[in-house]
């Protein structure tokens, strides 16, 4: 039987997540407040977001740029979250 939880990101009550996916008291927040199906659009997202700004994932620098989307998209905290200025969808 699978978990449910009132996703930050979808709005709805939908299947959670079977751990969590961060380290720390903000993997424990995202597990508890974040779907399954929130979590894959956040990946998709950060994908996106290294592309069109140029990070690199082990730079800590980037590292925290990248915690402050993830903040932004999932639980619309913060001035990130929204689409790369540089995105186009066509």
Known sequence: MSRT???AVL????????KPPY???LGQRIYDNVSAEGWRQWLQRLVMII????LNSADPACQERIEKHLIGFLF???D???TPSGFHQG
């Open 80 to 82: 990130f979250g929204q």
């Open 11 to 18: 709005g709805i009550e939908s299947e959670g997540l079977e």
């Open 51 to 54: 592309n069109e700004e140029q």
């Open 76 to 78: 619309k905290e913060g």
């Open 23 to 25: 380290p720390g008291e």
């Open 5 to 7: 939880v009132h996703c």
